[in-house]
């Protein structure tokens, strides 16, 4: 794989450096810089000297390709960012992507399941073959905490405390919460943890992680996108949309939470948001409950007020 610009991989040392990012953000970042530097490439332009128009033309081909809006967000901040260090750094003497247009991440709702839908998902792995001990274990997880797909993947055997029914969990960069983890998910857990976990682990050759609480018939760490598949492979058995997702079941997990009358600052502290304008989004999902906390607190929101 051809290495990044030396610029480019100056950024990326400072962003881990100075700025404490997570891996799995300097790895987001370092796709992004690779398809820009590959681009600029190709047109015989060098990181630095690119142009407020050649950057225009990268962000919309970027654009006019199948990225979803979010990915597009990303890269324009992703080249934002580079060029404002650049500046900062004097390996350029103007900033070319400040005159660019924002490019937003999409505002559309997150897509989230009925409780019907919830309970139809999680009975799917209904067998005690280990497979599906184990992806009853994750559904349950996912629901049941609002974690992180990342999150869910990184967790140890150490970060289970059973007696309190909790999880500590490492979230983006890098910092530690508390998760409440309910009986439902505590139980599944528990039946993967002293069961088929071992068998597997014991069974595997050649390397295994055993550390990992979710790992893979061959007991290595499971990944973020094995997760997905676990997720899809039983939404698509009891008839979900295609598009249903480990992040769906956060979404889902917020909404359910905030319906049933939790604060959206708890919510907001369960999935880990550095801001709650990032959980307000779950308001617009879930009106019924707006509606009704609103009439129930509101002075003037119930029987017409007889005038004085």
Request: proline share 5%.
């Amino acid at each position: 794989m051809t290495a990044l610009p030396a610029p480019a991989e100056e950024y990326l040392s400072w962003l881990a450096v100075e700025r404490g990012r997570a891996p799995a953000t300097l790895a987001a970042y370092r796709r992004d810089l690779r398809v820009l530097t590959g681009w600029l490439a190709d047109r015989g332009v060098a990181v630095e000297a690119a142009r407020t128009a050649d950057l225009e033309a990268f962000l919309e081909m970027a654009s006019g390709s199948a990225r979803a809006a979010s990915t597009v967000a990303r890269i324009a901040a992703t080249v934002h960012g580079l060029y404002a260090f650049l500046l900062q750094e004097g390996t350029v003497e103007t900033d070319p992507a400040a005159a660019l247009a924002p490019h937003r991440a999409s505002t559309r709702l997150p897509v989230v399941l009925t409780e019907p839908q919830v309970a139809a998902l999680l009975s799917s792995p209904a067998t005690d073959d280990p497979a599906d001990v184990r992806d009853r274990a994750v559904l349950e997880c996912l629901y049941g905490t609002g974690v992180r797909v990342s999150e869910l993947v990184g967790l140890d055997v150490g970060d289970v405390d059973f007696e309190e029914e909790l999880l500590r969990v490492t979230g983006k960069g890098a910092k530690q919460r508390l998760v409440p983890l309910g009986r439902a998910a505590a139980s599944a857990l528990r039946a993967w943890l002293d069961g088929p976990r071992w068998t597997w682990l014991a069974a595997a050759r050649g390397p295994t992680d055993g550390r990992a609480v979710f790992c893979n018939h061959r007991g290595r760490r499971l990944t973020r996108q094995g997760v997905d598949l676990v997720v899809r492979r039983h939404a698509r058995r009891v008839g979900l949309p295609a598009a249903t997702s480990a992040h769906t079941l956060r979404h889902t997990c917020a909404t359910h939470m905030l319906e049933r009358g939790a604060d959206v600052r708890v919510i907001q502290e369960l999935l880990g948001h550095a801001s709650v304008a990032t959980t307000q989004r779950y308001t617009a999902v879930a009106p019924a409950h707006l509606v009704a906390a609103y009439r129930a607190a509101h002075p003037r929101a119930g029987d017409v007020v007889a005038k004085p």
